[in-house]
């Protein structure tokens, strides 16, 4: 027990190689927590490390979290998170151990920190003054990704597709296609197989990437390893974009 003690002189983002103490804390604190799970193996992990979670803005958003680095294999990772197929994923957890959200996959810092804001949001906590990129929605979803690199390393580690949507956030029928479309239940169950990526129009995500249509929104059905399957210019409503799925899914 004077380890557990000793936790609590620690500042508010407390660094340990322990989930369990942590979760200890957290009850004992009444603070969240912020679970990093990492592997020896994963591509991003050290990426999301120097780049995101070292980044000034992102450490004092962490402000008010109690966060813990996890191996995806350690027993602890196994006995007391959810189970974590892909790494990096970053869980954030309430002080009654309930998840409010799952993070999967590298993001950058200002991706990271509007899903911290969000979590915070949900958690009751202040959130900073941090804005929200102007090529990720207000409104997150665990579905999309909005970085293809990490997706399509996700996409080999579970044996899945991509699908990378392009949208224009000005134009209604981009919005309508993500909100009708591939909001529909029967869209979603058979784009179960895919890992889904959101990238606005003239990115630098999406042209590094040679994603430049003329029409948004575009949809574009790609292996794990980039090759194409099909692209979906335009708008489709939820029966023709079922088709889409189809086609590409029989490129496989």
């Known amino acids: 027990m004077k380890k557990i003690a000793l936790l609590v002189y620690i500042p508010v983002v407390l660094i340990s190689g322990e989930l369990r103490d942590a979760l200890i804390e957290a009850k004992k604190t009444h603070k969240p927590l912020m679970v990093y799970v990492k592997s020896d193996s994963c591509a991003f992990c ?14 004092k958003n962490m402000e008010g979290f109690i966060f813990v680095k996890t191996d995806k294999s350690s027993k602890e990772a196994k006995k007391y998170l959810p189970q974590t197929r892909y790494t990096p994923t970053t869980y954030f957890i309430s002080p009654k151990f309930k998840v409010v959200n799952t993070v999967k996959g590298y993001l950058p810092k ?12 949900k ?34 580690q579970v044996g899945k597709n991509v699908m990378v949507y392009v949208e224009n956030k000005r ?11 591939l909001s529909s239940k029967k869209v979603k169950e058979a784009l179960k197989d895919f890992v889904w990526v959101k990238l606005q129009k003239n990115s630098p995500e999406a042209n590094a990437y040679g994603l430049t249509p003329k029409l948004a929104p575009t949809v574009y059905f790609r292996k794990a390893d980039g090759s194409s399957l099909a692209t979906a210019k335009g708008y489709f409503g939820v029966t023709n974009f079922l088709k889409w799925v189809k086609y590409a899914k029989s490129k496989l």
């Open 46 to 59: 050290e990426k999301m490390k120097k780049r995101t979670l070292n980044d000034e803005t992102v450490q």
């Open 110 to 121: 200002d991706d990271f920190n509007l899903w911290i804001n969000d979590s915070k949001e």
């Open 123 to 156: 958690l009751g906590i202040s959130t900073s003054s941090t804005k929200t990129p102007s090529h990720i929605s207000s409104t997150k979803s665990e579905n999309w990704f909005y970085d293809i690199a990490s997706a399509e390393d996700y996409a080999k």
């Open 171 to 181: 134009s209604k029928w981009s919005k309508k296609m993500r909100t009708e479309t």
